[in-house]
């Protein structure tokens, strides 16, 4: 068969059979500890069924636009988004109900559904990576304006935060697209002058990077700083900083100027501590949540609760009381898998993420092209950054922040751009192949 023809991805068929199964029998699992009885109909195995279908017509289809790339990511990402569709039926109060909106698993469904469609648009459409490079200050100027845009509209959903944009029956997160097209220009600059940013000048016994072209790095630490000021979105803050010192890095392999990046950001950090009281207050519950427990702590005392009642094996899919955790579909999905299919669970679920980031890392080091090369990096960062942000968060060896889990979490826009995330890495996975 001729190069760009329809192929049939085999291994990737065979590998969706797991995350399929486990839909189902997942299902099967929570209608049997919510109801008592293994009595069920086709209609009970709606969400499911279709999720099952569009696995196979997203395989069927990257073969039909003879995508030859990496046949592991997708069943790595159907996998985690498995998980999170269950654990969203899991929390949803019924089983069923009436309209599309009537329970938390069918909105998740209807969240996934758009996500798969971004996907395959996203292969269909962007066939090779380096035109995005042509649009270098476009992508910029898209995310400082909605950047912007929410910081002046922006609507509080009870987080202390202007995340949302309020668009009548939805409400989206615009915080979510930016950091793709932040990647999008920095892959862009740190490629146009790799060659700069790896020179230096001596001044005495001290090897300096060259100033003029630290202005990037100021500017994001700046950003970092006035997104903590103005939106308390510390996470983000954090996330965004972080993956721009990654690809710095990856771009011209100078250590300094990640050292010199986390001192920044450290030193704003400390700056936040004494002038902001909402930065000091979350410290504080992270540091002993038992100071308020049925307060501001009582979501990493939940959570704590909920890993030490998971044990190794867990209460049983169904059989857990993740409910307990306040928000626990957005920030605590970790917590609630960690509960109800225990230590073993947890560790299963972090293997993914682990998999699929050095999988990521893997197809960047294969690229040949430049700009493609860092751009991969910094997909794949945004991917492995959020998730030790958030289970770090979880688990509390780090402040909790806003992030959502990858693929688990609850909510739309988060899952959307992570799906964008995976239709470029397939099409950066093909690249790979020469």
Not at 24 to 31: F, H, K, P, S
Not at 291 to 309: E, K, N
């Amino acid at each position: 068969m001729k190069r760009g023809g329809p192929v049939v991805r085999w291994l990737e068929l065979q590998l969706l059979v797991v995350p399929a199964t486990a839909a189902l029998v997942g299902l099967l699992t929570i209608y049997l500890a919510r109801v008592g009885t293994t009595r069920w109909t086709w209609s009970d195995l709606t969400v499911s069924l279709v999720f099952i279908t569009v696995l196979g017509l997203t395989s069927i289809w990257l073969g039909i636009l003879g995508l030859r790339g990496d046949q592991l990511v997708l069943p790595i990402v159907a996998m985690l988004a498995c998980l999170g569709l269950l654990l969203s039926q899991r929390l949803s109060p019924t089983v069923g109900g009436s309209g599309l909106w009537a329970s938390l698993s069918q909105r998740q469904l209807a969240y996934l559904l758009l996500a798969f469609a971004v996907l395959w648009v996203t292969v269909a459409v962007v066939r090779r990576l380096e035109w995005i490079k042509r649009f270098k200050y476009t992508w910029a100027l898209g995310a400082s304006a909605l950047t912007l845009f929410t910081m002046l509209f922006g609507t509080d959903l009870g987080s202390g935060a202007r995340l949302w944009l309020d668009l009548g029956p939805i409400t989206v997160q615009p915080g979510e697209i930016v950091k793709v097209l932040l990647v999008f220009f920095l892959a862009s600059y740190l490629d146009d002058y790799r060659e700069l940013l790896t020179s230096s000048y001596r001044i005495g016994p001290l090897s300096l990077p060259p100033i003029p072209y630290l202005i990037p790095l100021v500017v994001m630490w700046g950003i970092a700083v006035l997104a903590v000021v103005l939106q308390n979105d510390l996470g983000n803050a954090l996330l965004l900083y972080g993956v721009f010192l990654v690809m710095l890095y990856a771009a011209s392999g100078r250590g300094y100027y990640v050292g010199g990046g986390l001192l920044a950001f450290a030193g704003a950090v400390i700056v936040a501590l004494r002038v902001f009281p909402r930065v000091q207050q979350r410290i504080q519950i992270w540091l002993n949540p038992w100071s308020d427990p049925t307060g501001l702590g009582m979501q990493p005392v939940q959570a704590d609760l909920a890993f030490a009642h998971g044990h190794i094996f867990g209460s049983g899919w169904g059989f857990g009381y993740p409910q307990a955790i306040p928000v626990v579909a957005t920030d605590y999905a970790f917590a609630a898998i960690g509960e109800e299919l225990g230590s073993l669970g947890a560790i299963a679920l972090v293997a993914l993420y682990l998999v699929l980031i050095l999988r990521g890392l893997f197809i960047a080091l294969r690229i040949r092209n430049g700009f493609v090369r860092l751009l991969t990096v910094g997909l794949v960062t945004v991917l492995g950054l959020q998730t030790i942000i958030i289970l770090g968060g979880n688990v509390r060896l780090l402040p909790l922040t806003g992030i959502t889990l990858p693929f688990v979490s609850a909510g739309g826009s988060s899952l959307i751009t992570n799906f964008l995330i995976v239709g470029l890495l397939l099409r950066a996975s093909e690249q790979a192949r020469g």
